[in-house]
């Protein structure tokens, strides 16, 4: 399985992104989606996941900003980003794993992408 993670960029506190991830491969044995972020200095820290049922979740410093959801006849998987904040900036990942249900731990992830760079100016 390949993940080609999109959609990074720079914007305004207070702006928003839609980061898309593309699975390609065999994606059928992928069921849950996952997008990470990584700031300067810091450790990866989980962001939202989704399951196949397109059940989710998210850390709380995003929840009410960011969505995430997944077009499972595109094998692609979306992190809506809304009312940025500086601290929002990061390279943000996409991953799948095999597990059916959700998992906020790296570990628990089989697939990655890339990495799209996110940049919150202030």
């Known amino acids: 399985v390949q993940l080609q993670a999109s959609g990074g960029g720079l914007v305004q506190a207070g702006g928003s992104l839609r980061l898309s991830c593309a699975a390609s491969?065999?994606?059928?044995?992928?069921?849950?989606m996952g997008w990470f972020r990584q700031a300067p200095g810091k450790e990866r820290e989980f962001v939202a996941w989704?399951?196949?049922?397109?059940?989710?979740s998210y850390v709380d410093s995003v929840k009410d900003r960011f969505t995430i959801s997944r077009d499972n006849a595109k094998n692609t998987v979306y992190l809506q980003m809304n009312s940025l904040k500086p601290e929002d900036t990061a390279v943000y990942y996409c991953a799948a794993s095999r597990r059916y249900s959700g998992t906020e731990d790296e570990h628990g992830y089989n697939y990655w992408g890339q990495g799209t760079q996110v940049t919150v100016s202030s």
């Open positions: 989704i399951t196949w049922s397109s059940s989710t």
């Open positions: 491969g065999r994606t059928g044995t992928t069921y849950t």
